[in-house]
Each structure stands twice: as structure tokens, then as C-alpha cells.
């Protein structure tokens, strides 16, 4: 296992249509987190799981955002009817349960709306 | 609530001189504080982190960075740049349960050769 792994890592999309991204953790990490990152801005929280369960959204993730972590194992985001103000980093980040532990991140997905 | 602020935004440095990125954070309680570094279209890479303990931390790459309870502060040092340092670097504090990390908007490092 190398580490947390996105796919797809550049999608360009119209205006109005559906995406998904998916990512998959560090095996034996039950944590996961997704995040945004926009032009000269640190990442921003979006959602987090633990195991299966998703446990916290942002306000930032409206309607149109949905995230899904079946069996506790690979995530997917799912933006539907994209808009320009989509256009960013999507990371995913995964960790071990505890304290003193921290999120590896992925590489990310840049997305980019047209 | 948990912020981080790194009121620097681009530095420069020359090669083989000293770092020092700053960062404040406020949180209510004992704070979990990371560095990250990311590299252009890239993730983030921890550097170090500080949970508890001795406040001067080592991370790899030779960066470390001191913890300052009485300012609220955690900045990353490094005593001599080289250009693959270069990259922009993230501060970050953690939510108690771990279940949110807090970034600031990162400090963008230039090292003139």
C-alpha cells in the first residue's frame, strides 16, 4: 500500500454535468476526510467518515454535493449539475483512529469547470 | 472556534539562508498542530507535527518548529534553505475528536539561488 490514491487527478467537465471522484485510503485507516482547496487557499473541510459513516458535512457541501464511503473502504464524491465556482482541488486525506495520529493526503483531483 | 492564521504569504529566501514561517492558531483547549507542505499539483506532505510534550519538535527535512503556548504560536524553522524547498506550506490544528483539520491559507516559499 502506497499511500491514499484519487482518480481520477484532472477531470474537465461542462457546465451542468455530473462528476465523480473517487478515493481510495490507506488500508488499515478507518478515517477519512475530504477536502477543497481553491487557488492560493489552504485546504477546506468537507466531510469527514469514520468507517462507513459520515459523521460531519460543511456547510460548503450543498445539495448538489454527495459523498458516499460503502463498507468502510474506498470514497466517492459526487458533484452534480457543476458550476464555474466548482473549479478547484478536491483532496482526500485518510487516518488511523486515536489521538496523535495524522491525515495522509492524496494527490488530489483537479477539477475544472467550462 | 479553530483557526489558523499565517500572515506571510510569499517569502524569498537565498539558498543556505534561514527559514522561519509563521503561524497562529486559536483553539480553546491543547492544541494538535501540524505542518504540511505541498509541491505545485501536488498533496500535502506532513513535515512535523506537535501533540504534546517537548514544544520543539523535528521533522524531516530538516525543519522543526517550536510550539509557544503564551502566543499561540507554532512556526516552522530551518537553519539552511535549499532550492528544493520551494513549495508552498500549510499550518494546521486539529479538532478534538480529529474529525477536522484547520488550515491556513499557506505561505508560498521562493529560494533565489
Same mark, same amino acid.
Given at each position: ?8 487527478? /484532472?477531470? +474537465? ?12 485510503? +490507506?488500508?488499515? /485507516? ?85 | 472556534? %479553530? ?5 506571510? &504569504?510569499? &517569502? ?17 483547549? *491543547? ?10 499539483? %501536488?498533496?500535502? %506532505? ?11 519538535? %523535528?521533522? &524531516? ?6 510550539? !509557544? ?8 524553522? !530551518? ?20 474529525? !477536522? ?5 499557506? *505561505? !508560498? ?5
Amino acid at each position: 500500500d502506497t499511500g491514499v490514491s484519487q482518480d481520477p487527478r /484532472h477531470k +474537465i467537465t461542462k457546465r451542468g454535468q455530473n462528476v465523480t471522484f473517487r478515493c481510495d485510503p +490507506i488500508s488499515e /485507516h478507518n478515517r477519512l476526510y475530504w477536502y477543497r482547496q481553491t487557488l492560493g487557499q489552504g485546504p477546506e473541510f468537507l466531510t469527514y467518515f469514520q468507517n462507513e459513516a459520515q459523521l460531519e458535512k460543511s456547510r460548503l457541501l450543498s445539495d448538489r454535493f454527495s459523498a458516499e464511503r460503502p463498507k468502510g473502504s474506498f470514497s466517492t464524491l459526487e458533484i452534480q449539475r457543476t458550476e464555474q465556482g466548482d473549479s478547484a482541488m478536491y483532496l482526500c486525506a485518510s487516518s488511523s483512529t486515536g489521538t496523535g495520529t495524522e491525515a495522509f493526503f492524496g494527490q488530489g483531483t483537479r477539477l475544472t469547470v467550462v | 472556534a %479553530q483557526s489558523v492564521t499565517q500572515p506571510d &504569504i510569499h &517569502i524569498t529566501v537565498s539558498e543556505g539562508a534561514s527559514l522561519e514561517l509563521r503561524c497562529n492558531y486559536s483553539y480553546g483547549a *491543547t492544541p494538535y498542530l501540524f505542518w504540511y507542505v505541498q509541491s505545485p499539483g %501536488q498533496g500535502l %506532505q506532513l513535515l512535523l507535527k506537535y501533540f504534546s510534550g517537548d514544544t520543539l519538535v %523535528q521533522g &524531516i527535512k530538516g525543519f522543526e518548529a517550536e510550539f !509557544k503556548r503564551s502566543q499561540s504560536s507554532f512556526n516552522l524553522r !530551518k537553519p539552511s534553505v535549499h532550492w528544493s524547498d520551494a513549495a508552498e506550506y500549510f499550518c494546521a490544528v486539529v479538532s478534538y475528536n480529529f474529525n !477536522k483539520f484547520y488550515f491556513g491559507s499557506g *505561505t !508560498k516559499l521562493n529560494v533565489k539561488p
